[in-house]
């Protein structure tokens, strides 16, 4: 082992010291046996730990492995769309989760599939609203956590020198001991840190590309190379038209309104949190790692013969920088698929011990026995997802990300989104979040017609399904009253 390798090995046990210890600290917050202290970090979420968790959770491995992938197969087109990300998170902080905080907080709602079913009416339906709910979570978002895993591993694999299966271990280990600890509260603590580290990345990283390469040379050879690349007539992976690629606003918003591991940070928030404040750091933070898919571009005039796409990052960091720069950088790459996998894995676990437990054994109540649950589903399913990752087929980290994120807000557009301004029934929910799930995951698995396409239709479906359901249902409960009068 040479001295930078013991010099990456030494930051990444630095980092797991620190993350531990931050987990340990957010422990505190589940002394009072109150079980949103797991679930919800006690509402105590203020203006920068909310943004930072919440754009280290959006901007994960997809931003810094499958996004520059992404730009070094398709082109710039990628580049662009990866700019919408920033605006629709603050769009979503500062017109949005006022209304979902206010809403679950007078509920009491603990986690997204509770407030589906809260604010639907609750009862023997709820819980089957609920239930319903947990399951969709569960699958998409392990299918999801899956794609993490992969990059986490395959990141660390290449800068610690060690094989696939000995990465996954050694950072999903990590993952679940200081998100077991701690719950929500450690997840949005340790995302604070990484995101820092993050921004710092994708400065250096940009700095190091505009100091190393002329511009005008650089477009000359990508042209030369294929004019798609900058100057696309279709909008490659995310649909026919160029136009296609504006679709990533609304679809980022909504990444960042409905989706489970993505909405539960608004409940989180401080009471009196100031939500213009944090759209300015949801701004900033967005912005500065907005350029990272820039490396894709860069590593196709530099390695244009490049097997696997989503080894672009991985190459750009070992042929293009200086090796203590590599680790340090590489360390923060890795902060941000972490911080994705621990909330996801944090989400997948609480859906299993807490709306699982109340849809199907809600007689369970003790405190102390409700935190074991919460902590082991931690455990149990951060092995099943490595499970997932070690032994799935081949796959590209950014389309089997939107496969689960995408399916997922599809399913929960209605119930979560619409239900926020006019309120449907019980049973337009249940509809809504199978006809979506159906819709948009039979598009990305069996038709050809772009990233983004599917889950949107999706979402139109399961809006329109929600609303028609809805009022069928209200119509027909209201001629059943009046006949008993």
């Not at 968790?53 to 901007?59: E, L, N, P």
Request: aromatic share 12%; with cysteine; net charge negative.
């Amino acid at each position: 082992m040479d001295g930078y390798q013991i010099f990456n090995w030494g930051l990444l046990f630095i980092t797991f010291a620190l993350m531990i210890y931050l987990g340990y600290l957010s422990s505190k917050m589940m002394k009072n046996g109150d079980e949103g202290g797991f679930l919800l970090a006690g509402r105590s979420l203020g203006a920068f730990v909310g943004a930072g968790t919440i754009v280290a959770t959006g901007f994960s491995g997809w931003g810094f492995v499958g996004s520059p992938g992404a730009a070094y197969q398709f082109g710039a087109i990628e580049v662009l769309g990866n700019f919408f990300f920033a605006p629709a998170m603050m769009i979503a902080v500062l017109y949005f989760a006022s209304f979902l905080q206010a809403k679950a907080a007078d509920m009491g709602s603990n986690t997204i599939p509770e407030y589906v079913a809260q604010i639907h009416g609750g009862g023997a339906l709820g819980r089957a609203v609920q239930g319903l709910a947990a399951l969709i979570t569960i699958v998409l978002l392990l299918v999801f956590l899956t794609s993490q895993i992969k990059a986490v591993a395959l990141l660390g694999a290449n800068w610690l020198d060690i094989e696939l299966t000995n990465s996954a271990l050694l950072m999903v280990g990590v993952i679940i001991i200081y998100t077991m600890l701690g719950g929500l509260a450690a997840v949005a603590w340790t995302d604070t840190v990484m995101v820092v580290g993050m921004c710092l990345a994708a400065i250096i990283i940009i700095v190091q590309i505009l100091t190393s390469i002329d511009l005008s040379e650089w477009e000359s050879t990508l042209n030369a190379m294929d004019p798609e690349l900058l100057n696309p007539s279709t909008g490659a992976h995310y649909g026919d038209s160029p136009a296609m690629v504006f679709l990533v606003l609304p679809y980022a918003f909504l990444f960042a309104a409905v989706l489970p591991f993505m909405a539960v940070r608004f409940l989180a928030f401080r009471p009196d949190v100031k939500l213009h404040k944090m759209g300015i750091y949801v701004a900033i933070f967005g912005a500065l790692l907005s350029l990272v898919p820039v490396v894709g571009l860069y590593i196709k005039v530099q390695v244009p013969d490049l097997a696997d796409p989503d080894n672009a990052m991985p190459v750009y960091l070992e042929q293009f920088m200086p090796p203590a720069l590599e680790g340090l950088i590489t360390l923060f790459i890795l902060f941000a698929m972490k911080s994705t996998a621990n909330s996801l894995l944090h989400t997948v676990a609480s859906a299993v011990s807490h709306d699982l437990r109340l849809a199907l054994f809600s007689y369970i109540k003790n405190p102390s026995r409700v935190l074991w649950i919460n902590r082991s589903a931690v455990v149990i399913l951060g092995c099943v997802a490595l499970l997932m990752m070690l032994y799935a087929p081949p796959f590209m980290l950014s389309w089997l990300g939107i496969l689960g994120t995408g399916t997922l807000l599809a399913s929960f557009i209605g119930p979560v989104f619409i239900s926020t301004f006019w309120q449907g029934s019980a049973w337009g929910a249940l509809v809504a979040m199978i006809t979506g799930f159906c819709t948009s995951g039979y598009m990305m698995l069996f038709v050809d017609v772009g990233w983004l396409i599917g889950p949107l239709t999706g979402c139109a479906v399961s809006s329109v399904f929600y609303v028609a359901i809805s009022l069928l249902t209200n119509k027909t409960k209201c001629i059943y009253s009046e006949s008993l009068r």
